[in-house]
């Protein structure tokens, strides 16, 4: 069974440039979550989802962030335009949702904005 | 915003010597779970605890959960070079959003 699959693996991009990454999840999850962290920190909520509805967004710079879940499947996180200080690795992770249930991680896009 | 805190930040050990690491948090939890995350990589699961349990094992990995003074702790005992990685805590406080503390990176030496 394939695990969480994520693309791209790196990203360079000039500062005011948009950026897109995308994430598929493991099939049959329901809840997808995007993650950031940043060197030597743990990783910090952006949004999660459960099927195709933002149950916890609380945490995502909407003046800048967006994200989608079209179809409750895969997902794509986006920022525009991108910052110097958005400089780390997007994770995507999922699980089956519910009480007591584990997340499954992506290999993380990492970012480098110039 | 981060909950967990992990300690020690680095642990440096021998292979066959036993690392601990501990985790302190702030808000009740439904469970505490503890990843590792090797450099470059995603996180990988290693164990979960339920808040109504105080230890669990597996393999070579014992965990416990005081909820009273909010802390958990890691043991990995016997530990080899392939467990150099970063490892951290992640709680979930019943809405199936798993926060993370900031990590222990721990070497093992050949």
């Known amino acids: 069974e394939a695990g969480v699959v994520q693309s791209p693996r790196y990203k360079i991009i000039e500062k005011k440039q948009p950026v897109a990454f995308w994430c598929n999840p493991i099939s049959g999850h329901n809840t997808l979550y995007w993650y950031l962290q940043n060197l030597g920190q743990g990783p910090e909520l952006l949004i999660r989802?459960?099927?195709?509805?933002?149950?916890?967004d609380s945490q995502l710079p909407k003046d800048r962030f967006s994200a989608e879940r079209l179809k409750g499947v895969d997902s794509t996180l986006k920022i525009q335009p991108a910052e110097l200080g958005d400089s780390a690795v997007y994770l995507c992770?999922?699980?089956?949702?519910?009480?007591?249930?584990?997340?499954?991680f992506g290999q993380g896009t990492r970012l480098t904005v110039v | 915003s981060q909950q967990g805190e992990e300690d020690p930040q680095a642990l440096s050990i021998q292979e066959g010597e036993n690392a601990t690491m501990n985790c302190s948090y702030k808000t009740s939890i439904n469970n505490l779970q503890w990843y590792r995350q090797n450099s470059g990589r995603g996180l990988v699961h290693l164990i979960l605890?339920?808040?109504?349990?105080r230890e669990k094992h597996s393999g070579r990995l014992r965990v416990t959960l005081d909820t009273s003074k909010k802390s958990s702790s890691l043991l990995i005992t016997a530990s080899r070079a392939a467990d150099t990685a970063s490892y951290f805590c992640?709680?979930?406080?019943?809405?199936?959003?798993?926060?993370f503390g900031k990590g222990t990176m721990l070497l093992v030496s050949p």
């Open positions: 989802y459960e099927n195709e509805e933002a149950v916890d």
């Open positions: 992770a999922s699980s089956t949702g519910g009480r007591n249930t584990e997340a499954f």
């Open positions: 992640a709680t979930d406080a019943g809405y199936s959003t798993l926060t």
């Open positions: 605890i339920r808040s109504n349990e």
